[in-house]
C-alpha cells in the first residue's frame, strides 16, 4: 500500500515516500485556521452580528459535507452494477447526513439567543445579502432530487435568478439540475428489487390477490352490518382503500399523479419500496429497508430545518417585513413546508399500502433462499446458473442471486439438480462458516 504522504494533489507523486521521510504537519496550517479564523468580518460595531457571522459560516461548513457525502452515495448508484457489499458504505454516509442535519437543526437555538432588537442593530446593512443566495443549499436540495417545476417561484422568476453575477456558481447548478439526483437513482436501483420479476415469485401479482382478499372481507363486513350507520362507515372506508389501491395497481392513475408532482417514484421502483417493507425481516432486505428509513429520516430532518428557519425570520422581524433579499421572507418560508420540497414522500406513503401481517403473500422457499444470505463466489459457481443481484444494473444477467432451480453443469455434460434437502444443507454450511468468522 503506497503512503498517502507521497500522494500530490491526491494522485500518486513520481516517488512513493516512506511514514519516516514525512516531518509532520501543524495543527493550524493542516485546517487552515489562518483562513477560517479570520473570516468573520464584521460591517458594524453590534456584538452579535459576529454571532451571526459564525453561525451560517457553520451551516455551509456543514452543507459541504453534506453534498460530499450524498455525492459519494450518488457515485455508487451511478456504478453500472451496484455492488451489494457497498451497502454498508451508503448505509454510513447517509446516517452521517442525517446526523449532521439534527445539527443544523438544533443549531437555531444557538441563533434564536440574539434578540430582534439585536438584529436590528445590524439587519439593514446586510441588504441585499440572503440566505436564499446560499448555492450550497440549492445544490444540496437538486443532488438529493427537488424538482425545479415544483420550487416556489421567487419574486415570479427562477431561484437561479439571483446567481447571475456569478457565473461558475450558476453553471455548476445547472450541472446539478441535470445530473441524476438521489431520488432518480434510487428509482432504478428499487426497480432491480429481486422478485418482481413476472417469472417467478411474482410480488405483485400476489399483493394484489392478497388486497383483492382483504377488501372483499371488507364489503362482507359491511354488507353484514345491520345498523345503518355503522354500515356506511365501514363501506365508506371500503370505498376509500379502493380508490387508494387503484392508484397504484393502476399504472396510468400513477403515472398521472407523478405529471402532478403528488408521486415521485417510477410505477416499478413503488413495487421494490412496498416489497422491502413487507418482508425487511428477511437478511437481504436488512439494510435496503435501513435506508429506505434514512432517507425519510433526511426528509423529515430538512423540513424541521426549514419550519426551524421560519420561525426564527417570523421571530426577528414578523411576518410582514420582506427579506434582505427581496423575498416575502416569512411566507415564502412558509410556503416550502408544503409536500413539493418532499422528495421521498412516496416512501412516507408506503405505509397508506400496507397489510396485516397475517395477510402478507408468504415468500416461497426458492425466495426464501434467494434473500436468505450471500453465498460465496466458490459455491455460486458449484451451484450453477447465477440470477441477477438485487439492485445491479441488469435484471437477468448480472451475478448475484442464486436459483434454487439451477443445475449444475459438470464436467461430462450431464446435468444434476440439487434437492430442497442440498439447499438447505448448503445454506446451513453457508450460514456456520458465517458465525465461525464473526466469532
Known sequence: MSCPFGRVNGEEGGQERNLGDFKGINYTNYLQLQHILHAQETITDAHDEHLFIVVH??????????????????????????????????????QRVVYILKLCVDQFLILETMTPLDFMEFRDYLSPASGFQSFQFRLLENKIGVKNELRVRYKQDTYKKVFGDHPEILKAIMVSEEEPSLQDLLSRWLERTPGLEK????????????????????????????????????????????????????????????ARGERRLSHRALQGALMISFYREVPRFHQPYQLLNLLMDMDSLMTKWRYNHMMMVQRMIGTQLIGTGGSSGYQYLRSTLSDR??????????????????????LDRQMKTRLSTMEEPEMEERRGKILSRP?????????????????????????????????????????????????
Not at 69 to 90: G, P, T, Y
Not at 219 to 240: D, G, L, P, T, V
Not at 353 to 358: A, K
Open 57 to 94: 459560516q457553520a451551516y455551509e461548513l456543514w452543507f459541504k459535507q453534506i453534498i460530499y457525502e450524498i455525492d459519494s452515495v450518488r457515485a455508487i448508484f451511478s456504478e453500472e452494477e451496484v455492488n451489494e457489499h457497498k451497502m454498508l458504505e451508503i448505509i454510513k454516509c447517509m
Open 199 to 258: 417469472e417467478g415469485f411474482n410480488f405483485w401479482k400476489k399483493y394484489k390477490i392478497a388486497v383483492d382478499t382483504t377488501q372483499e372481507e371488507k364489503r362482507r363486513e359491511a354488507e353484514a352490518e345491520k345498523e345503518e350507520h355503522m354500515k356506511n362507515h365501514i363501506f365508506s372506508q371500503y370505498k376509500r382503500r379502493q380508490e387508494l389501491f387503484d392508484s397504484i395497481f393502476d399504472e396510468k392513475i400513477h403515472n398521472a399523479l407523478v
Open 341 to 362: 420540497y418532499k422528495v421521498f414522500i412516496d416512501l412516507f406513503n408506503l405505509s397508506s399500502f400496507l397489510l396485516p401481517r397475517n395477510s402478507v403473500p408468504p
Open 391 to 439: 439492485f445491479s444494473s441488469s435484471s437477468s444477467s448480472s451475478p448475484g442471486f442464486i436459483s434454487s432451480e439451477s443445475p449444475c453443469p459438470l464436467e461430462n455434460n450431464e446435468e444434476k439438480m440439487f434437492s430442497d434437502s442440498d439447499l438447505e444443507k448448503s445454506l446451513e454450511e453457508s450460514i456456520e462458516r458465517s458465525c465461525e468468522a464473526s466469532m
